[in-house]
């Protein structure tokens, strides 16, 4: 079989080795899957629930080495990945607490006796996870995903191996049914043969978009249910009337946390042309106050980015943009050094630039100016995203009327974009369909039935 590694991006070191499974075993993952499926879908909501209560405690019991596998798999500084780890325990901890009134009957009224829609599982879903949030993206998904009734096949990351297999450890640490949740080690390419299988039900998917056309397309063929969370080029928007200080010093968390590979991370800073000398002041101090280097050490804030093709593509990507006239202010190369290191950035722009329609996954922050507070939110809409972005004014009716303006899924007024289990998280245009987390997320994945009696 084709091996694959596990890789430390701070080090470049090989941690360890790994096969990508067949097809065909795979299928009998599915096959196991499904079989649970039928008892699981038969356990009454509360029953569920308390199952995802002793998963909170089996994250909380080892959250100290799963934060440590974040940060040498992929990078995230320590206090991040342990912060990730305890983000974990408050969904499921959520869809314990809410599970049975979310997935509870609706009475309807009509001419007939009685009436109502259910919400009933739907079979075997599969989850293509991404490797920038190894354990809260599966966790999100798989919280109201299994509380909902379904089971659940996860194809994680390949650059993420020891935290797939961590995540499964602790499903059987909690004592879940054995085929509830299962991981699988799946090459790209071979995902579409489980997608099209008969027993599975509906594929969640968090990735780029390219990737989730395939994904998508797949599914589409087979007529098969799919939500997907992909790219974004989310506006962090500082009108006339914004705080510049606050502004400034929370802009540099929204763009450069998790070293700035986030789908909904800040990207694009459309900033009104009468502030803008002050705010590129302002958040240039901010970024000289960035602290690169070992993941593991507690007073990093940037560490490397997750893998080497990562930091190839981000150079490209701004040289690209160089050519086009955008301008560097700040850092803008790789730092010589062990590991995929590379240089907080900040880079100004014009609207015409790739930055400016492309998504950027690193460590680069892009200042663009804009003449009027409303050509900031022409400018914000004018790629094809749609995923998250914020707001930046003291104006709170102000900033609440651009905030239903912007074309996304999640919008914030003077803080950043950032999923909470209570919202629901997902994007319009070309970054997602569905959504999840909240009322809205647990009931994805179910048969919404409409049940007539006479």
């Not at 995929?340 to 400016?356: C, D, G, H, M, R």
Request: net charge positive.
């Amino acid at each position: 079989m084709k091996k694959f590694y596990s890789i430390n991006p701070t080090t470049e070191e090989k941690l360890e080795e790994f096969e990508y499974s067949s097809v065909a075993l795979a299928k009998e993952k599915v096959a196991k899957a499904h079989a649970a499926f039928l008892l699981w879908r038969k356990c009454d909501v509360k029953e569920r629930s308390s199952y995802l209560s002793k998963l909170t405690g089996a994250i909380r019991k080892g959250s100290r080495k799963y934060a440590r596998l974040a940060t040498i798999e992929m990078g995230k500084p320590i206090n991040q990945a342990i912060s990730e780890i305890e983000k974990c325990t408050l969904a499921c901890e959520y869809h314990a607490q809410n599970a049975e009134r979310f997935l509870e009957d609706e009475k309807i009224e009509t001419e007939s006796k009685k009436s109502y829609v259910a919400y009933e599982p739907m079979g075997v879903i599969l989850g293509i996870m991404p490797w920038n949030f190894p354990f809260w993206q599966v966790f999100r998904f798989a919280a109201a995903t299994l509380a909902a009734g379904n089971t659940i096949i996860v194809k994680h990351a390949s650059n993420v191996p020891q935290c797939a297999l961590a995540i499964e450890e602790i499903f059987r640490e909690a004592g879940f049914p054995a085929g509830v949740y299962q991981n699988v080690f799946l090459e790209g390419k071979d995902a579409s043969a489980l997608i099209a299988d008969p027993r599975i039900s509906g594929v969640s998917m968090t990735g780029s978009t390219s990737a989730g056309a395939k994904v998508a397309q797949t599914a589409g063929e087979n007529i098969k249910k799919a939500v997907f969370e992909l790219g974004g080029s989310d506006a962090f928007i500082v009108t006339k009337d914004a705080d510049l200080e606050k502004a400034a010093r929370i802009g540099i968390t929204a763009r450069f946390q998790n070293n700035g590979q986030s789908c909904i991370a800040a990207k694009r800073f459309l900033v009104h042309e009468s502030i803008a000398e002050e705010f590129k002041k302002q958040f240039s101090e901010e970024i000289l106050k960035l602290r690169v280097g070992d993941p593991l050490f507690e007073k990093t804030d940037v560490g490397p980015l997750a893998r080497s093709d990562l930091r190839i593509d981000l150079e490209d990507q701004l040289a690209r943009a160089t050519a086009q006239g955008a301008k560097i202010l700040w850092g803008g190369k790789k730092i010589e050094r062990k590991g995929f290191f590379f240089e907080p950035t900040i880079v100004e722009s014009t609207k015409k630039t790739i930055l400016a329609n492309e998504e950027t996954f690193g460590p680069l922050a892009t200042i663009i100016v804009g003449k009027t507070d409303e050509e900031l939110i022409s400018i914000a809409n004018s790629t094809q995203y749609g995923l998250g972005g914020s707001i930046w004014c003291k104006d709170l009716k102000v900033a609440e009327k651009y905030a239903r303006e912007l074309q996304c899924g999640m919008a914030s007024v003077n803080t950043i974009v950032k999923t909470d289990p209570r919202l629901p998280c997902g994007g319009t245009k070309t970054s997602g369909l569905g959504r999840e987390l909240g009322s809205f997320g647990i009931r994805e994945f179910t048969n919404i039935k409409a049940v007539v009696i006479n």
